[in-house]
């Protein structure tokens, strides 16, 4: 699946989370960014093995990486407006024709 995350700091190609067949683990690769990719705090250098609730930033996003549908979705969003997390509106409205809406 991909898709775009509209953030002045976060490359083109910026990050990958990847299924290991073999182990069934995600894994997060940065595609050599100029801003990089943050796993927990720490930046990643090499392919990474994601764990449940791992908190993945790039540029000026942050992104919680849950194994399962999270029933604690409320709580983790109230915790990340508290550390100063707000949401970045990145789905863009087309009308019927799909033109760009103001």
Same mark, same amino acid.
């Given at each position: 699946c991909t898709f775009q995350i509209l953030d002045p700091r976060i490359s083109r190609r910026h990050l990958q989370i990847k299924l290991e067949e073999s182990s069934g683990r995600h894994h997060a690769l940065d595609f050599e960014s100029s801003n990089g990719v943050f796993v927990n705090g720490r930046? &990643?250098? =090499?392919? #990474?093995?994601?764990?449940? =609730?791992? &908190?993945i930033q790039l540029g000026d996003t942050t992104l919680v990486y849950h194994v399962t549908? =999270? +029933?604690? +979705?409320?709580? #983790?969003?109230?915790?990340?407006?508290?550390?100063g997390q707000g949401i970045v509106q990145t789905q863009l409205r087309t009308d019927v024709h799909g033109k760009m809406e103001d």
């Amino acid at each position: 699946c991909t898709f775009q995350i509209l953030d002045p700091r976060i490359s083109r190609r910026h990050l990958q989370i990847k299924l290991e067949e073999s182990s069934g683990r995600h894994h997060a690769l940065d595609f050599e960014s100029s801003n990089g990719v943050f796993v927990n705090g720490r930046r &990643i250098e =090499s392919e #990474t093995v994601l764990e449940d =609730s791992d &908190i993945i930033q790039l540029g000026d996003t942050t992104l919680v990486y849950h194994v399962t549908d =999270s +029933a604690n +979705a409320q709580r #983790t969003w109230d915790l990340l407006r508290r550390q100063g997390q707000g949401i970045v509106q990145t789905q863009l409205r087309t009308d019927v024709h799909g033109k760009m809406e103001d």
